[in-house]
């Protein structure tokens, strides 16, 4: 079974501060890791992507960054802000397939 | 990207009837996908559903139970037939935005209760 391992389930985080997710994977052959943000009551949103050949990728305030001899990617929010506060799903594709695997989800609450 | 909508954006069914939910989107694209996302839960892939093709279902979902149609490189269809409560969850379609991208956006989403 392919499996993306998200941590932490939920994070608090205060206004200004860095919001820190990471992730997991086991099948070596995937070669697309995107981040979706997902806010209550609507579809998640394609945030950030990354492939395998760089080892970070930065858009405004959100960074990933990969590891690809641990298998692990992270997303990084710099300057959190409360509007920020939704779930984030790490998720990964490849290995012949464009089927997305997703992560638990991590629910961000950023407080003023 | 593409604009994706999707009808209805919630409804609530008796157990034992049927809801088919429609997925447009403003271009043409190759590939729609179907996911199924529970309360506070995270997606799993129902089917793959790309034009002139029959869909591919994920394990644990089959066609009599989720039928879908894919008429045109536009427009989905996906059926939740002879609705449990079990069912109640938010029914999501996405697109692959470009060819090859590996790119997916997703609808809004359809609520579905069951009760």
């Known amino acids: 079974q392919q499996q993306v391992k998200q941590s932490p389930q939920s994070l608090i985080v205060q206004k200004g501060g860095i919001s820190i997710i990471n992730c997991a994977y086991e099948?070596?052959?995937?070669?697309?890791f995107p981040w979706y943000q997902q806010f209550p009551g609507k579809g998640p949103a394609l945030l950030i992507a990354?492939?395998?050949?760089?080892s970070e990728k930065k858009e405004g305030r959100f960074t990933i960054s990969f590891n690809k001899s641990a298998k692990q990617f992270s997303l990084h929010i710099m300057d959190s802000q409360p509007g920020d506060s939704a779930t984030y799903f790490c998720?990964?594709?490849?290995?012949?397939?464009?089927?997305?695997?997703f992560g638990k989800g991590t629910k961000l609450s950023v407080i003023p | 990207s593409a604009v994706i909508s999707q009808k209805p954006s919630r409804d609530i069914c008796q157990r034992g009837t049927s809801l088919t939910i429609q997925c447009q989107v403003d271009?043409?694209?190759?590939?729609m996908f179907w996911y199924r996302q529970q309360p506070g839960q995270s997606l799993t892939l129902i089917a793959t559903?790309?034009?002139?093709?029959?869909?591919?279902?994920e394990s644990g979902f089959v066609i009599d139970k989720f039928p879908i149609s894919r008429p045109n490189l536009t427009f989905s269809t996906l059926t939740v037939s002879n609705m449990s409560p079990e069912d109640s969850s938010i029914y999501l379609c996405?697109?692959?935005?470009?060819?090859?991208?590996?790119?997916?956006?997703f609808g809004p989403g359809t609520r579905l209760t069951v009760t």
């Open positions: 996405s697109v692959e935005d470009r060819p090859s991208s590996y790119e997916q956006y």
């Open positions: 099948n070596t052959a995937f070669d697309y």
């Open positions: 990354i492939r395998p050949d760089v």
């Open positions: 998720a990964a594709a490849g290995a012949g397939s464009y089927q997305l695997t």
């Open positions: 271009s043409q694209v190759t590939m």
């Open positions: 559903a790309n034009q002139g093709s029959e869909a591919t279902y």
